[in-house]
Structure formats: structure tokens, C-alpha cells
């Protein structure tokens, strides 16, 4: 399939198609395979995902999940036998086949140079800064290496997996890189972050010219005077360059992919306004949602523990006027964070004992415009033809004509 956007909105081949997405992260960590395969099967992960009504899966992962020869040695359920021995680039294969035979919709997400933490250090070149970086000791960024990762090698990966998975029909693109900030700019020294979204743009379509190009935001202010300033950013909201330095990527091909949490990750000053929370869609709207309909716009992580821990219900708050906000706009795709229940500060759709969070699934599906899901009508209870059945239904009927008679 060939993907593409027009006026605000997502298509395969001529079919317009919303995203109702989840992340599911995992190849971007120290086990370099999906969370939680050591209590879950990674096929009935898939199928689950797929049941609850999501037809999309944002994949994370880092330069070592294709590099590495193996992933942290960790215990694997029963059901996962077949993935022991697997590099996990190997294990990646199967794993996006699968989703793709299933129908998932699959966006890659290059999410940092290293599996230990989240680093965005490969577009900065000055060794200085990099061994700061690093503590000094370059294995803690990369690992199957031991080198720098550089430009360069950030484009051979872009390029590899666009290749890659080419024959997957529901490969519909890659998010090139997670939350740009720190000392990222939009076109300005010491990281600019507009020409090295451009390049990789570039190298994905040059090696897979059906994919989709989502680039995130920065994840603080541009810093130029020419900016809303006094708007708290979260990493990867801010598109407010995008108004007067337009990213030159095809428009048909290009997605703004925001991300944006609530008080449960990151405590905003506007989270403590006495208006909260309508005071919120304002700042969305400068920061991202006023470039709906000019491009599409993908929140690509949005999420909290949803009144479950963290800050209770003022994480709920934020939550619904999010999806308020975004119904209102006509932004119904979006990938939400995450799957599994063990990302610290937001939880997942599962909860700790793997049942489904059915209050954030009822969000959802009000985002995604669909009823929520039906009740479980119980069938009636039929008596046995027994002689005890026969005589309880005789007297159920003598007791109803007598109560019908009574005045």
C-alpha cells in the first residue's frame, strides 16, 4: 500500500484510514524484545492489542535491536520457545510480520542511539559534549559498538529498516526520532533540528517511497523571538517554527507527530492555573493543533495513569480534555502510551495484573467516535425437563395469575 496524507487527513492507496493507535515498547530496551513476554505470549500480545480495538502499533526501538547479537538474557514464557536463540533484529522480524498478518498498522519508531537511556546526542558532534554526555564512557550510549553513532550511521538505520520491511502491507511509516530537545533548535546552531528531519525524510522515501515521514516537535523553546514565548513544552510539542521555517518534506508525506502528557509525567505551571483544565486547549492549539488541516497532525504519545496512582484525578482531568480537544479539532488517530503496565510514570492499558484498563479503553474508543462497548447480557436460565423444573414453573405461573388478580 502506498500512504499519503491530504488537507489534514491519512490514506492508504484512495481508502482514508484512521490511526487508533498503542505503543508497545520493548526493542528499545535493555531486553531488546516486547515488554512483559516473560507472563505473556508475544502472538497473544498481538491478537490482544488487535481485540481492544486497535488497528495501529508504534514500535520503538534503538540502533542496537539491529545491531546486537542478543538482547539481555531474561526468562521467556512457554508460549515465546520459538524466539530463544533469536538476534533481535531477528526477533523484530517476526514480531512485525505477525502484527502485519494480523492488520496492525505498524510505525516505526527510532526512539534513541541507546538502549540504556534516552539520548538524543548523535546529531552532536563535539566530543566534549558527547563524553559529558556519557559519563565519559561511550558503552553507556552504544553498546554494540562501543563508537560515537553518528549522522550518518542514523541515516543507514533510517534507510535499513524502510528497506526491510518494504513488503509489509501495513508498514505505513517511520517516526524518525523521539523527543529532539536539549540543545536542538529548529534551524539554528549548536543541533538543527529542521535539516536533519529533511535528511532523513530524504534517505526513508528514497529506500521506501510508500511510507509516511512522522517528525516530532522540539522538545523546548526555539529560542529565536519569533515564538509564542511563556508556553510550557513538553518533549516533542512544539511546532511553532513550522509557521515561518516549514519543514521541506513532500506535504502528501509528511505527518506532525506532537507528543504531549499531563500532570502524571511533566508538571506544567498551566496544570496549576485555577482554570485548569480549560486552560489547556490554548496552548495545543499554538503549540501543534493549529497546523490541522494544512498537514495531519498524529499525536504520537499521549497518556498518564488515568486517576490509578500518580496524581489521581487531576491526571484524569488532563486526559479527557485532551481527547475533548482533539474531537473538536477532528484529530481522531493518535498512539496512545503504552501497552504494557510497566512505564513508571503512566502505566499501560493493562494494569499490573495484565487485566484491561477498561476506564482508559471507554476514553479511547470516545476519541475514536465508536459506542462503548456493549454490555454482557447473561442468557436466561433454562430448568432442566425434570419433574422439580416442571413443578417450579407450574407454581410461577399459579403465583403470577394470582397476583394478577389482586386489585
Not at 144 to 165: E, M
Not at 184 to 206: G, Q
Not at 302 to 325: E, P, S
Request: hydrophobic letters at 40%; aromatic letters at 12%; glycine letters at 8%.
Amino acid at each position: 500500500m502506498n500512504f499519503t496524507t491530504r488537507a489534514g487527513k491519512l490514506y492508504a492507496d484512495a481508502t482514508e484510514i484512521q490511526l487508533r493507535g498503542v505503543s508497545h515498547f520493548g526493542f528499545n530496551a535493555q531486553i531488546l524484545r516486547p515488554q512483559f513476554l516473560w507472563a505473556m505470549g508475544w502472538r497473544e500480545q498481538i491478537a490482544q492489542i488487535k481485540a481492544l480495538g486497535f488497528n495501529a502499533v508504534r514500535v520503538p526501538f534503538v540502533p542496537d535491536t539491529l545491531h546486537s547479537a542478543a538482547g539481555e538474557a531474561s526468562t521467556l514464557h512457554a508460549l515465546n520457545a520459538e524466539l530463544v536463540g533469536k538476534t533481535p533484529l531477528e526477533t523484530l522480524d517476526v514480531w512485525l510480520t505477525e502484527a502485519d498478518r494480523q492488520g496492525l498498522y505498524i510505525l516505526l519508531d527510532l526512539h534513541s542511539i541507546s538502549r540504556r537511556s534516552q539520548y538524543f546526542h548523535p546529531f552532536v558532534t563535539d566530543p566534549l559534549h558527547y563524553d559529558l554526555a556519557t559519563n565519559g564512557d561511550p558503552g553507556w550510549v552504544q553498546t554494540w559498538n562501543r563508537k560515537p553513532y553518528t549522522i550518518d550511521d542514523w541515516l543507514i538505520d533510517l534507510r535499513f529498516v524502510a528497506a526491510r520491511y518494504a513488503h509489509l502491507p501495513h508498514f505505513i511509516g517511520v517516526d524518525v526520532f523521539n523527543e529532539p530537545r536539549d540543545r536542538v533548535r529548529w534551524t539554528d546552531p549548536p543541533v538543527a533540528w529542521k535539516p536533519l528531519a529533511e535528511s532523513a525524510a530524504a534517505a526513508i522515501l528514497a529506500a521506501n517511497p510508500n511510507l509516511l515521514i512522522f517528525v516530532q516537535g522540539l522538545g523546548n523553546a526555539n529560542f529565536d523571538g519569533r515564538e509564542r514565548a511563556g508556553i510550557s513544552i513538553n518533549w516533542g510539542e512544539n511546532f511553532q517554527p513550522q509557521t515561518y521555517a516549514p519543514l521541506n518534506i513532500p506535504g502528501d508525506k509528511l505527518v506532525l507527530s506532537p507528543h504531549t502528557y499531563g500532570p502524571d509525567v511533566y508538571p506544567k505551571p498551566s496544570f496549576s492555573a485555577p482554570n485548569f483544565p480549560a486552560n489547556l486547549a490554548a496552548d495545543w492549539e499554538v503549540l501543534f493543533g493549529q497546523f490541522h488541516g494544512a498537514h495531519a497532525v498524529v499525536p504520537g504519545e499521549w497518556g498518564g495513569r488515568y486517576g490509578v496512582g500518580g496524581t489521581g484525578a487531576k491526571d484524569k482531568q488532563w486526559q479527557d480534555a485532551f481527547v475533548d480537544y482533539l474531537i473538536a479539532k477532528g484529530m481522531r488517530s493518535s498512539f496512545y502510551w503504552c501497552y504494557t503496565p510497566n512505564s513508571g510514570d503512566t502505566g499501560g492499558i493493562l494494569a499490573d495484573d495484565l487485566t484491561v484498563r477498561e476506564d482508559k479503553m471507554l476514553l479511547l474508543r470516545k476519541l475514536w467516535g465508536q459506542p462503548p462497548a456493549p454490555p454482557v447480557i447473561e442468557p436466561p436460565v433454562v430448568l432442566p425437563a425434570t419433574w422439580e423444573g416442571q413443578v417450579l414453573a407450574l407454581l410461577t405461573e399459579i403465583r403470577d395469575a394470582i397476583r394478577a388478580r389482586e386489585p
